[in-house]
């Protein structure tokens, strides 16, 4: 099925390639056009290289220096490659130019905003290049301004590094008189304050004070885990004693020989209880003596637990006495550890201020003292690689490029417009359309006729008759075969020739329909019942204007209106005088009289009716045959007109045999896969005879019920 439409949207391109050359003509036309008139822009390159950034070796010694990473290059790449577009830049170029009289009459501020328009920068990852390029009308300046760029650049480069240096220099020169004094004044202090405080060194006193201090957290913490140890015992075993009646819940909770020794007698007295128990009873002096000796054992044991609990009170409440003295000792060691440090501390902070500002004077007299400061200030880590050339080609307008687009641009708009003008076009071109719209068979293809003289176009009337050997006259034939073999299967006589509009093809159509059913031996009559414009006296020899009109309006009988052709077995009968009122002569009684009498006489009647779309002289007519054969000009009959006539002939139940598609483009239409010329139809006719009845039958085009 994608197959299948493929080839649909490429049929419809074909067949509207005229328009897509057009188009593709005209875009690339205007593409041409419009590039031969754009100004031609040249650029000019420079490459530069631009070193690593370090810091100066004037600062290294003095300022702590951020690492030099991988994210710090990055970024000091693309603060190049910003301060290269910048504006300031650009305005101290163009002072460079107007001043070495590379331009003349343009002001700095006109000539900055060519200059930021004109230049781009282009940048390597893998490596420190940079290239400076410049676009420019002129080669020859496009050279001049991308050197000159690179040049103020490297120039601006230097000049901020040494203005840097410079402003250091004179800054450190000022703070080195300011340390000068404040040295002089911290020393003062330092010594001023140690005679205060009695203070030998950092340290004098503090030492001790927190050696003591730690001495006593140290004792308050093991104080401290030791009265918490006792005072869960404690807590412990009271709560077991006063909450427990048991004797024996009571055992493992503490140990000491005495509980051991009365543990055992109490085991000793209840074994001996339990043996006798079954022996003597519960009454017996013997039981009675255990129990109590029992019982005296459970007392004494509740008893010493009872002690044990004040024992571990009392080691309790000393404990907690031991505790809180040495936590208040330590609180007043903490005071004096405060004072101590607070001295030393001051102390400490005067000697570092001392120290850092002899370190910073010591630094700065040595960076003061370097001989060879120009070398150091004229360090550069930018250079130029190559210079500029003067280009020798514009880069644009690009002439291929520009085609090539136009080309692609062209060809898809191209093909683009013609499938929606096929969306757009409603006419019926091939039997395909037929086909999908109509969903009517296609009962012959006809054609177009072509004429190698166009002064004098051939007429197709009679064509079969008289060049049979003419590919078109075997597609009559084929036409005809159609409409023979519908007749065969359900007894079609009279067929009427009908098209929706004037010059459709439908007389021709009929008269060579005619013509090939004579020559296939039937004895044929054709009549012209189009009224109104008549045409079938122009096509016969001895036709006269008397017709059919005459019969209906009793002026003629029949047999005088009957003609005779040249063809055999053919005769025709013309229109006749035109009517004013052709509908009505149409649907009178006398126009049935007629057709009964000719369908007695003729083996096919073929009539050539009017259209159907301007009056209703087809439709009365149809009501009168067998079937119609409904003519349709490949790509000039809009599928609205042709609805429109089967519309008027379904509704007084008319049997529309087919269609026949008529003045068909075979090279455009789609038809040229039949290859209908490769039949070698230049060799009929050695043996015909004028009938054409010998005349070889070409090959039958498909038909939907063939």
Known sequence: MQDIQIKEYAYQVWRRRKLVLIFL????????????????????????????????????????????GWWSALKYYETQY?????????????????EKKLVKGVSVERLTSILKGGISIGSDDKSRLATIYFDDHDPQRAATFANLIAETYIDENLANKLRGVTQAVDWLTQRLDEIRKEKRVQEEELQKYKEEKRLVDVGDGGDVARANLHALAESLNRLKNKRIEIEAQYRKLKSLVKGTKRVDDLLGVVSSELLTKLKYDLAELRSQKGRFDQRYGKKHPKMVRLTAQIQAIEGSIRQEITNEVDRLKTRYLLAKAEEESIQKALEEQKLATLKAEEANRKLADIQMVTKMNQELFEALQKKLKEADLSALVRSNNIRVVDAALVPTSPIRPNVMANMVLALVIGLFGGIGLALGVESMDDTLKNHEDIDRYLQLPVLGVIPRLQSEDEEHPREIELLPFYEPTEPISEFYRTLRTNVMFLSANKGYKKVTVVSTSPSEGKTSCAVNLAVTMAQAGQKTILVELDLRRPRLHKKFKNSTREGFTDLLVGSSALDEIIRTSEVPNLDFITAGTIPPNPAELLASEAFKEAFRELEKRYDRIIVDSSPIAPVTDAVIIAQEVDGVLLVVRAGQTHRKAVRYALDQLKKVNSEVLGVVLNDVDVGRSGYADYQYYKYGYSHYGSDTEGDGDDVPKGPQLPTANA
Do not use: H
């Open 25 to 68: 003509a005209t875009v690339m036309a205007i593409t041409a056009l419009f590039s031969a008139r754009q100004t031609r822009v040249y650029r000019a390159a420079t490459t530069i290289e631009i070193g690593a950034e370090t810091p100066d070796a004037f600062f290294q010694d003095v300022v702590n220096v951020t690492p030099y």
């Open 82 to 98: 910003q301060v290269l577009q910048s504006r300031s830049l650009m305005s101290r170029v163009a002072e460079r130019a107007i």
